[in-house]
């Protein structure tokens, strides 16, 4: 079965330090993956998605950026963190970005002091 | 631009009591509407999916119905647990925005 890791959990940062989350999904190869972020009392927002190595696309402009090494890693980063990137941030992978359900991750709690 | 308003914003129910959870949408055409479970601070989890000729679909408890004249859906949950308290997302897939989320009703289950 597919199972999806993120990591850390938790994590409390100040602000104009850097970040590196990591996401890793077990079980299935070529995965669609995903990044959200969502902020207390608001909807999930899609931040980047990516259908292979090497392969990303943003879908909002931010201090954000991501990386896929290996094809079941995903990891999101920022050189320099804002106090507006604090929030719960989620990774997702489907196996068609179109067509089928998106499984999420635990998810990070991300707060930038 | 796709929108998916749900309502109530927040409620609660004694335990055991049922519930209707609202979503409406301005997405057209769609491909599939899914209703998510997510526990305070954990990923959301599937209920329910349904595309757009489904009117009706169950998962134990739950139950989501779809309107498509209406653009209307909702998820009705029988017979409350305490294990039912959580934020249940409406989302939606379809048109050029992808994915469209709602923000989520947050259900408070009171023993």
């Known amino acids: 079965s597919q199972t999806i890791h993120q990591w850390p959990a938790t994590l409390v940062q100040p602000v104009g330090s850097p970040l590196s989350l990591e996401c890793t999904v077990e079980?299935?190869?070529?995965?669609?993956l995903y990044w959200y972020r969502q902020a207390a009392g608001r909807g999930l927002q899609l931040l980047f998605y990516s259908v292979g190595i090497g392969q990303i696309s943003s879908e909002v402009p931010q201090n954000l950026s991501a990386s896929r090494p290996q094809d079941r890693q995903f990891i999101l980063s920022s050189k320099k963190l804002l106090l507006s990137d604090s929030g719960f941030y989620l990774c997702?992978?489907?196996?068609?970005?179109?067509?089928?359900?998106?499984?999420f991750g635990p998810g990070t709690r991300l707060t930038v002091l | 631009k796709n929108q998916v308003e749900q309502s109530p914003q927040s409620l609660i129910i004694l335990e055991g009591k049922n519930c209707t959870l609202q979503c409406n949408y301005t997405v057209s055409p769609f491909s599939n509407l899914r209703w998510y479970k997510q526990d305070t601070g954990r990923g959301p989890v599937s209920l329910t999916i349904?595309?757009?000729?489904?009117n009706t679909k169950s998962n134990g408890r739950y139950t989501a119905t779809l309107d498509a004249d209406t653009k209307q859906s909702s998820l009705h949950i029988t017979a409350s647990q305490l294990s039912d308290s959580a934020s249940y997302i409406c989302v939606l897939q379809g048109g050029a925005d992808g994915l469209t989320f709602g923000k989520g009703t947050h259900l408070i289950i009171q023993p």
């Open positions: 349904m595309t757009f000729s489904e």
């Open positions: 079980g299935t190869s070529n995965p669609n």
């Open positions: 997702a992978w489907s196996s068609d970005r179109d067509y089928n359900e998106q499984f």
